[in-house]
């Protein structure tokens, strides 16, 4: 399950400034991190149920992430302090085995939206987040090519768009998915309410989707 228990203290969005204070020492994916950090909040505040499983790809510069689930009680909000140490939960890239709430180990990327495929073949609810640039990376197209043939509606993928691929995508990033069967749509990655929007499940979908949210990030 993602949605932990917990009895530690909540926080709101407006905590997330300070909680991300806290994590120190991996400024270089700052830019990584912080395009993450309303698309996480929206999943984790209003979107994830008990049973659904969210998966970051994404998982280089996981200070954002971090942030949001000591927010939500999932990550002891001190565990944050020592972010990156030796004997830290807690490192640079998120540790399935380490880090309460971490579905799967990443940071090497292009892998994680095959295993929400699988995940999602289960019939459980997969999110998968995604940064633009890990779309270069050839394995992500044989996971979604086969997601569309099947129809697995189970899955939708959010792939956070801060214009850092190499080579762009003609015509959009969600044209490229919609072409292999998938339904997508950009949103302002930003906006709370189009991304609640976007991510509220259709349960009776039977195609996957993806959700393409724009970021900007100075």
Known sequence: MCMATSTTPRFGYDDLPELLTRLTGDEKHDRSSFSTLDVLWVLYDRILGEEDRFLLSKGHGPAAFY??????????????????????????????????????????????????????????????LLGDAELDEGSNWEAVQYAGRVGLGSLTAIVVDNDSSEYGWPDGIERRFMLEGWIAQRVDGRDHEQLAAALTPDLAGTRPRCIVAEVETK
């Open 67 to 128: 942030a949001v689930l000591a927010a939500k009680g999932i990550v002891p909000v001190d565990a944050l302090d020592g972010f990156g140490s030796f004997d830290s939960p807690l490192g640079y890239h998120p540790d399935r085995n380490l880090a309460p709430g971490v579905e799967i180990s990443s940071g090497s990327l292009g892998h994680g939206l095959g295993v929400a495929v699988g995940a999602a073949l289960t019939g459980r609810r997969v999110w998968c």
